[in-house]
């Protein structure tokens, strides 16, 4: 309103007098009130009083049916101070035709309007611009305030709505000052009022404030400089070009790789993306090893025998001599075998158990220890000891211990089958198949008394579990096969990498593609099975002959010359009992790959196998790389559990296994074997698979995961947040969800139990400020009793260095000691 007077102290002093906390619960600006104009008010539940402003010739004012006399008249503008302590008011306005007034209450409740942008934009301005849409928005000042609250933009002259935004409650924008958010508004150039409404116990509040939808100010275009957050401006069209992992109009968007996510508050020249552990980089691009693993050595290979040291199994030693011999000068591979280990075993009666391991380096040494090598007489049911043995042989200092050429020779039933896990996972941890040759004792000199074992699956086990070939020379007794087998077999352990291993029904017809795309013209087909059957093999149509046609199993070597895929058929020559055959197709190559599992980015392997009950990541190793960098996808069955993921390249400089593969995997069952398949492309045109085998290796006995005790009655006794037998299940807590041995946590939870309630917001000063942590008052309470001796002796040792390492802030500092026990403080 507009006032024009000579005594300006007395106006001041008239208006000051009311204008305590002023809150406007009703307005009309420039209305003609010839015919009076009546409206009901009513104050909110935290205001006080009810004051009118008029301004306009001739005016008077009905106060609830009454005449109101103006408490103070200043020319046309007229002051009344009328309803202290009413909470409602029926107020008539009459007068001329330019009338003005103001009902208002005095109120410390307040509500304070707004126009954003957007909705992720707190508040843009506190007046809108015309022909741009924008959200009316709102806060409430209040000690209690509610939760929902009523916008609506009325006209200055009647009242009229001009737009009614809606209700809005007050969880809309919980992370914003201005936490109501209204209907979006395009408002045409004018004066109005914003109308904010909202209910409480008592009754309904109303607060009125002036406003205006103003026109932006024109001004002229101005050719703003191209910012391309680091990529290239392309002048010729005003565009930017982007660099890796980087996108968007101006390159604005970050791409963060390997898990990782875009920082929200990066710091000056900061990184852009919060990494996992092992990443690095401004995109999380790079994978580095903290701890590197000695780099396995697979130039050379080591041949190792492992044999019953028993008279019943001397007839096959000339074989087992020349096998050996065989296996190391092959012409192929002269010299490429330089470490030799034997392993002898015997148990001549029940307890009496002796086993031998010896290395050699050089093939004549190891041919005369297998042809000295003491034995000893046992029963033919004397149960033997093998998988001690194997655990022997592989535990042997080795300067090559991976990818061993590893042959089982025995003729006797196990007696250490509780030994058959730790020798099936160490050898996996060296990539080691065993081969195993059963015999019948005597062989070709044995008489009716000498039989076969009968129960051969644990050795079948092994052989199966490891990747190597169990081979029954039970009813085969000469003087060759036991050769046969081993030479031809030993002559290709020296760079032979696994295709692809698969169990097929082979009582009928087996159709399979083989691939070659890598430039390697030669492939190695095993088939093995049980009994003694033939098949005809075929390879796009031509008919293959095998190089070793033995009981259980036979070798086949095809010559692939071009490069594109081959049609295999395998065909049973006569009718068979339904049954299965191991399918096994290899290489010979100079490149090997080795698998192993990482239980964190940044460590290099932690073993070859899987560990039940711990999470953890595939990592590849390749011995040569490629020309190009090659795409590595990995997949595998284990239990059910089908695992896929594409591996993200090592720096080389830090890490051994170069891939590492950012999904992780919990093996679900122990003592479960599977097979991963690796599969290798480039864009050169380079492919080619293979197949590693693997297992869940099972804790060692008497071990609870995840810190448990063992409890030699109840097992393990679990700490909080575990459960199962072994405390190998995590309690996931906040709607998270266990699965492949880690919780799984929903947003703003995390924690490895998902125990943590993250935060949403920001501090910035409490994220760089340097001392966050300010001691003011440090107490030490104090047992004086004996039972706490140990402890105040750790105090009176530690507590001056404690003191001198408390962050000093320039405040002062209070140290208390208490000192208490049952009776006296």
């Known amino acids: 309103m507009k006032l024009i007077t000579s005594d300006a102290a007395k106006v001041w002093q008239s208006l000051f007098g009311l204008n305590l906390y002023p809150e406007t619960i009703a307005v009309q600006r420039n209305f003609d009130c010839t015919t ?3 409206v009901t008010v009513s104050k909110g ?5 009810i004051f009118i402003y008029t301004s306009g010739s001739g005016i008077t004012v009905t106060y609830n049916g009454a005449a109101a006399t103006a408490n103070a008249t200043f020319g046309t503008f007229q002051i009344f101070n009328q309803g202290f302590n009413d909470s409602t008011a029926t107020v008539t306005i009459g007068g001329g035709t330019s009338c003005n007034y103001r009902i208002f209450t005095s109120s410390l409740e307040s509500v304070v309007p707004g126009f954003a942008a957007s909705s992720q934009v707190d508040i843009s301005k ?19 305030p509610p939760t929902t609250l009523h916008y609506t933009a009325v006209n200055q002259a009647d009242g009229s709505v001009i737009f009614d935004g809606g209700d809005s409650q007050n969880i809309a924008r919980t992370d914003c000052n201005f936490p109501f958010q209204f209907a979006s508004w395009n408002c045409s150039e004018r004066t109005f009022f914003s109308k904010l409404t909202y209910t409480e116990a008592s009754g309904t509040t109303t607060r009125i404030i002036p406003s205006v939808c103003f026109t932006p100010v024109y001004r002229d275009p101005m050719d703003i400089p191209l910012t391309c957050n680091g990529g290239t401006v392309n002048r010729s069209n005003n565009t930017c070009s982007c660099p890796p992992y980087q996108s968007g109009q101006y390159c604005e968007i970050y791409q963060c790789q390997n898990g990782g996510t875009v920082n929200p508050f990066p710091m000056s020249g900061g990184s ?5 552990d092992g990443f690095s980089g401004s995109f999380c691009e790079s994978l580095s090893c903290t701890s590197m693993s000695p780099r396995p050595d697979t130039s050379k290979k080591a041949v190792n025998f492992v044999i019953q040291a028993t008279n019943s199994l001397s007839s096959i030693m000339a074989q087992i001599q020349a096998s050996a011999k065989s296996i190391a000068a092959f012409p192929t591979n002269p010299g490429y075998f330089n470490n030799f280990v034997l392993t002898t075993f015997v148990n001549k009666t029940s307890g009496d158990t002796v086993v031998t391991t010896q290395t050699y380096n050089n093939v004549t040494q190891f041919i005369t220890a297998i042809d000295n090598m003491e034995g000893g007489s046992s029963e033919l049911d004397q149960y033997q000891n093998p998988f001690t043995a194997i655990l022997s042989t592989l535990n042997a200092t ?16 196990p007696s250490d089958t509780d030994m058959i896990d730790l020798a099936i996972s160490s050898a996996i941890n060296f990539a080691t198949s065993i081969n195993v040759v059963l015999t019948k004792p005597f062989g070709i000199y044995g008489d009716d008394t000498a039989t076969c074992i009968t129960n051969f699956s644990a050795y079948q086990k092994v052989a199966d579990t490891t990747g190597g070939i169990f081979i029954n020379l039970c009813d085969k007794n000469d003087n060759s096969s036991v050769q046969t087998f081993v030479s031809n077999l030993g002559q290709y352990h020296y760079n032979l990498e696994t295709v692809s291993r698969e169990q097929v029904a082979c009582s009928s017809t087996v159709t399979k593609t083989i691939e070659q795309n890598d430039g390697i013209q030669s492939r190695l087909l095993f088939l093995t099975f049980n009994g003694d059957y033939n098949f005809e093999v075929s390879l796009n149509g031509q008919v293959k002959s095998a190089t070793v046609t033995l009981p259980g199993i036979r070798i086949y070597k095809l010559e692939v010359y071009d490069m594109g895929n081959y049609t295999l058929v395998i065909n049973p020559t006569s009718q068979l009992p339904m049954m299965t055959c191991g399918l096994v197709i290899g290489e010979q190559t100079g490149q090997t790959i080795l698998a192993g599992f990482s239980q964190n980015p940044s460590i290099d392997y932690s073993s070859f196998s899987a560990q039940y009950g711990i999470a953890s990541y595939p990592t590849l190793f390749m011995s040569t790389q490629l020309q190009s960098p090659p795409t590595v996808t990995l997949s595998f069955n284990n239990a059910g559990t089908t695992y896929k993921a594409t591996g993200v390249m090592r720096n080389a400089s830090s890490c051994q296994f170069d891939y590492f593969f950012n999904e992780p995997f919990g093996c ?4 479960e074997a599977f097979t991963i398949n690796a599969r290798f492309t480039t864009t050169d045109g380079i492919s080619f698979n293979r197949a590693i085998q693997s297992i869940c290796q099972a804790p060692a006995p008497g071990t609870c995961l995840n810190g448990g005790f063992l409890d030699s009655v109840s097992g393990c006794t679990c700490p909080p947040g575990f459960q199962g037998p072994f405390c190998e299940v995590r309690l996931c807590y906040n709607g998270g969800t266990f699965a492949q041995d880690m919780c799984k946590c929903p947003p703003n939870v995390g924690g490895a139990n998902c125990e943590f309630i993250l935060c949403d917001k920001w501090d910035y000063l409490e994220t760089y400020d340097n001392n966050f942590v300010a001691y003011e008052t440090i107490a030490f309470a104090l047992n004086t009793k004996l039972l706490s001796l140990s402890v105040n002796y750790l105090l009176e040792t530690y507590i001056t260095d404690f003191i001198n390492a408390v962050h000093n802030n320039a405040q002062a500092k209070q140290f208390i000691l208490v000192t208490f026990d049952s009776q006296s403080l």
């Not at 080795?398 to 039933?413: E, G, M, T, Y």
Request: contains cysteine; glycine residues 4%; aromatic residues 12%.
């Open 126 to 144: 506190s007046y809108p611009p015309a022909y741009i849409p924008v959200l009316p928005v709102a806060r409430i000042v209040s000690s209690s």
């Open 668 to 671: 679900p069952t122990a003592g």
């Open 398 to 413: 080795n300067p090559h211990p991976w990818r061993q050429s590893l042959f089982l020779f025995v003729d006797a039933l």
């Open 36 to 38: 009076p104009v009546t």
């Open 45 to 49: 539940a935290y205001d006080t009083g």
């Open 272 to 276: 852009k993306c919060i990494c996992q």
